[in-house]
């Protein structure tokens, strides 16, 4: 399991826009051509946008295989991106050996009434949902030492709920073999979107 760190000399004029199919494509433009019906699973891909002090965007990417810039094929934007790549699966694997280990994940909250998909959107629902999703994925997070901040959720189907939320704090893993395999899985919905990717720290 790797994290990469994707910046950019120059930002694209299509991630400005906040178009999270544009940034979906990019992101999965640094992956060679897919064997399946299914590149993001095939290659464990999850990301995250990030915004450093200065207003600089850059994305966090989590995969099985190392991104490279060569493979986009806009040699234009490859050569303003830069990219980042380190191995995490030891290190998350001894910090979920730790007592409590720090997290952050960006999620989109959703509770199915009949076929019908919500988001979640009250802080005191998305403690709930997430503390019953973390549960289930062998992680039990720390109620007193948690942060949750909504975002503003941007628009990219009329058709599908979007609610974005932040939350960072302390956690400890129960079931740790489950929480491993649940951070290279992703959680939550909308994976496709830059939602899902679990970031442990000490």
Not at 104 to 129: C, M, Q, Y
Request: aromatic share 8%; glycine share 4%; charged share 20%.
């Amino acid at each position: 399991m790797l994290i990469s760190k994707l910046s950019f000399t120059v930002l694209p004029d299509f991630l400005k826009s906040e178009n999270l199919k544009q940034e979906h494509r990019l992101i999965m433009s640094l992956f060679p051509e897919a064997t399946t019906a299914e590149p993001r699973n095939e290659y464990g891909v999850l990301y995250r946008k990030e915004q450093d002090a200065y207003g600089n965007i850059y994305y966090i990417i989590q995969s099985n295989i190392a991104p490279d810039v060569s493979n986009i094929a806009n040699q234009q934007l490859s050569v303003t991106t830069t990219l980042q790549t380190k191995e995490i699966e030891n290190l998350y694997t001894s910090l979920l050996q730790r007592e409590t280990f720090s997290y952050k994940i960006r999620i989109n909250p959703v509770k199915v009434n009949g076929k019908k998909r919500i988001a979640v959107t009250n802080i005191s629902d998305i403690l709930e949902w997430w503390e019953k999703k973390a549960a289930y994925h062998g992680i039990d997070i720390q109620i007193d030492a948690l942060s949750i901040v909504k975002e503003r959720a941007p628009y990219y189907a009329q058709s599908v709920p979007i609610s974005t939320v932040t939350i960072a704090g302390k956690a400890s893993a129960h079931d740790r073999q489950k929480a491993i395999t649940s951070i290279a899985d992703g959680i939550g919905k909308e994976k496709s979107y830059g939602y899902g990717l679990l970031l442990l720290g000490s």
